[in-house]
């Protein structure tokens, strides 16, 4: 059974950091895409940061372009998102996903239903 657990959120100041896991457990995915995706009261889920597969260059949402920064480490089965500069409309809950196939569409790794596998997803947010 596939599980993805992620930690690493809670409160901080505007233009503060947090580092945010995610542990993946009952497969391996470091040949398959990963994301980072948030939801914001009220709102839809939003892409944030993905890529394709392990080594591979990051792909981020302009909104947190030059302030985030994906990665992963297949060691230990677990990706990462780096928050720096961090704004009160960053404030969410962050999910991790990931794809159980890896035949798909670079335009893909945006979209929330093309993920199989989901975190519960850690809070974060980010005060004025």
């Known amino acids: 059974q596939v599980q993805l657990l992620e930690s690493g959120g809670g409160l901080v100041q505007a233009g503060g950091s947090l580092r945010l896991s995610c542990s993946a457990s009952g497969r391996t995915f470091s040949s398959y895409p990963m994301g980072w995706f948030r939801q914001a009261p009220g709102k839809e889920r939003e892409f944030v940061a993905a890529n394709k597969w392990s080594g591979d260059n990051a792909y981020y949402a302009d909104s947190v372009k030059g302030r985030f920064r994906f990665s992963r480490d297949d060691a230990k089965n677990t990706v990462y998102l780096q928050m720096n500069s961090l704004k009160p409309e960053d404030t969410a809950v962050y999910y991790c996903?990931?794809?159980?196939?890896?035949?798909?569409?670079?335009?893909?790794?945006?979209?929330?239903?093309?993920?199989?596998?989901w975190g519960q997803g850690t809070q974060v947010t980010v005060s004025s």
């Open positions: 996903a990931a794809r159980g196939s890896n035949l798909f569409d670079v335009s893909w790794l945006s979209m929330p239903s093309r993920y199989n596998y």
